[in-house]
């Protein structure tokens, strides 16, 4: 097996990069199972490996404190790390009443509701929340969110964090060797600085497009899962010129979640539609009887988007957690019962 050289010639170890998981932790635990982690040893693996969360803990399933406090835990106890998701990022921003966050959003109202019920167990993840990074770039594997946008990368450039910060940032030394990192809007002033002062901007701010995706006018306009008409929809960046818009200068391969896939059927590893794209869902209900209930595939994807909600949100009572395990270049799923049955988008 190629081993993956760090920033100062060391090994970077075996890493399992989990996609959104959006409160479901019976199927982070069966996706976890899945990989090898051992419940009954408090999720060690026996390999030593380790987890990279993609972000997107929180929100519709019913356990999003339980699932921060355990990625939480173990990025404390150096077995794991995570990145920033738009929806940690949107609880966050209301937590801390910036412009334009001061309501709860349709997505995240139940969640913000448990957080007054337990602010006690909900302050400490509030604050694990606030300082994760918006992206880790190793050597032959980079992890964001949503995508790596050329221009917003400009914009926070000024924030790209050195190696030596990394380390601090992850407080582990065989961890602590990334080539870059975006560093949490939160606790950046420029980021700060460049947060959105109005509700509903026309212009996000370089973070949120990082986070989010950015979007490109639609083919036709759309009514999304809201019902509200859009002209403009989030862009399918893996499938567009590279060029015009994304950093694609070496040959690593980019992990990400946010797009409501599905696990690989007919060998695809990122959805043909953007999500709140109207044939998207039709996409996700003709493909999603014909995915296994757990597998794993090898791929030479250069992109790879793990979150496998597009199978959650058209499934009857099934959530589903992807994985893409490093150096073995595999995406794995695995599946349990959902734990709502009414799902928002
Ligand atoms: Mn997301």
């Given at each position: ?18 996609g959104d998981i959006h409160g479901e932790?019976p199927a982070?635990?069966a996706t ?24 997107d803990?929180?929100d519709r399933g019913a ?44 997505s ?114 759309f009514q999304d899962s809201d019902g ?6 989030r862009?399918t ?20 979640g946010h797009y409501w896939n599905l696990p690989p059927v007919v060998?695809q590893f990122c959805p043909p539609f953007p999500s709140g794209h109207p044939d998207l869902r039709s996409w996700q209900k003709r493909l999603a009887s014909s995915v296994p209930s757990r597998g ?9 988007c793990v979150d496998y909600n597009g199978l959650t949100l058209v499934s009857d009572g099934i959530a589903c957690v992807g ?10 799923w695995a599946t349990a019962a959902r734990t709502r049955t009414v799902l928002d988008d």
């Amino acid at each position: 097996m190629m081993k993956t050289r760090t920033a100062d010639g060391g090994v970077l170890p075996s890493i399992d990069c989990i996609g959104d998981i959006h409160g479901e932790l019976p199927a982070l635990e069966a996706t976890l199972a899945e990989l090898g982690y051992e419940k009954a040893k408090d999720w060690k693996h026996p390999e030593g490996r380790r987890l990279l969360f993609l972000g997107d803990l929180v929100d519709r399933g019913a356990h999003s404190l339980e699932v921060s406090e355990l990625v939480m835990r173990l990025t404390g106890e150096g077995r794991a790390a995570c990145i920033m998701g738009n929806h940690e990022y949107n609880l966050v921003a209301w937590d801390m009443r910036l412009p334009g966050y001061e309501k709860p959003k349709h997505s995240n109202a139940r969640t913000v509701e448990d957080v007054e019920a337990r602010r006690g167990r909900w302050n400490p993840v509030l604050g694990f929340f606030r300082a994760l990074p918006l992206s880790y770039a190793f050597e032959g594997l980079r992890v964001i969110h949503a995508c790596w946008h050329r221009e917003s990368l400009e914009a926070a450039a000024a924030l790209r964090a050195s190696a030596e910060s990394m380390a601090h940032v992850l407080a582990v030394p065989e961890w602590g060797r990334a080539h870059l990192a975006l560093t949490s809007p939160f606790t950046e002033t420029g980021l700060k600085t460049g947060l959105p002062p109005k509700p509903a901007p026309k212009e996000d701010a370089a973070h949120e497009v990082l986070i989010k995706g950015y979007e490109v006018p639609a083919d036709r306009p759309f009514q999304d899962s809201d019902g509200k008409v859009r002209t403009m929809a989030r862009a399918t960046w893996w499938l567009q010129d590279a060029a015009r818009t994304l950093v694609l200068q070496d040959d690593a391969v980019e992990v990400v979640g946010h797009y409501w896939n599905l696990p690989p059927v007919v060998e695809q590893f990122c959805p043909p539609f953007p999500s709140g794209h109207p044939d998207l869902r039709s996409w996700q209900k003709r493909l999603a009887s014909s995915v296994p209930s757990r597998g794993r595939v090898h791929t030479d994807a250069k992109t790879v988007c793990v979150d496998y909600n597009g199978l959650t949100l058209v499934s009857d009572g099934i959530a589903c957690v992807g994985a893409y395990r490093w150096p073995e270049r595999e995406v794995v799923w695995a599946t349990a019962a959902r734990t709502r049955t009414v799902l928002d988008d």
